[in-house]
């Protein structure tokens, strides 16, 4: 496709209950990011994955948060023990380098709602 | 940790009116990004820069790297410019991820 592709759009989950968010960059994009942003707040920068390097994971919130990007392409983020401030818009980024050198593309966001 | 103030926070004006955005960010930064967000959600990217002055169509934006400001100019406004423009920037040296201003929400009446 053109763009950045995530799924599922809307996802409904239950306190508890572990999710994933998939993230589809733009093909031969090397560089790909997770944000969130909750109901009235900012963007908050979640791991980044740049190429085969360790991905920073710095913007995790906590442990029950991870993300692997294999073969360098297909992003999926889990929650585990999903709790309700885990609800929140989830966005996917990917730029053909690092982002400080080249324009970012966002995906149409995961809308997270833990209930 | 990069601190990013981006003002205002809310603007409204009537169409045809120049329209500026400022962010200012607290440590050197390598680059920053330009974002625009339309009601239900989506983003787009429209501007990367990391010194001077960038334009396309009727948006500028400019950036001041010894004062560690940049300014987002729309000319000659729409109401469908009507979004919330977000300021976020790479800190240089830091970790790789952005560090994002809260937004400023723009509203153009016609």
């Known amino acids: 496709g053109a763009g950045v592709s995530q799924s599922p759009s809307n996802k409904v989950t239950e306190k508890g209950k572990d999710v994933e968010l998939r993230c589809d960059p733009i093909s031969g994009h090397t560089a790909l990011y997770w944000y969130r942003q909750s109901l009235g707040q900012g963007l908050e920068f979640l791991i980044y994955f740049q190429g085969n390097s360790a991905p920073d994971k710095s913007g995790l919130p906590s442990d029950r948060f991870s993300a692997e990007r294999t073969g360098g392409s297909v992003s999926t983020l889990t929650i585990q023990r999903t709790q309700q401030e885990d609800s929140a818009v989830y966005l996917c980024?990917?730029?053909?380098?690092?982002?400080?050198?080249?324009?970012?593309?966002f995906g149409n966001g995961t809308r997270l709602t833990v209930t | 940790k990069n601190e990013v103030e981006q003002s205002p926070q809310n603007l409204t004006a009537q169409e045809g009116e120049f329209i500026t955005i400022n962010c200012s960010y607290s440590?050197?930064?390598?680059?920053l990004h330009w974002l625009q967000q339309h009601p239900g959600g989506g983003i787009v990217s429209l501007f990367m820069?990391?010194?001077g002055k960038k334009k396309h169509g009727r948006l500028i934006a400019t950036i001041n790297i010894q004062e560690k400001h940049s300014s987002l100019h729309i000319t000659a406004s729409h109401p469908r410019d009507s979004a919330v423009y977000i300021c976020a920037v790479r800190s240089k040296g830091g970790a790789d991820g952005l560090t994002f201003g809260k937004g400023t929400h723009l509203i153009i009446q016609p």
């Open positions: 820069l990391s010194s």
């Open positions: 440590v050197g930064i390598s680059a």
């Open positions: 980024a990917s730029s053909s380098r690092q982002g400080g050198g080249s324009p970012l593309h």
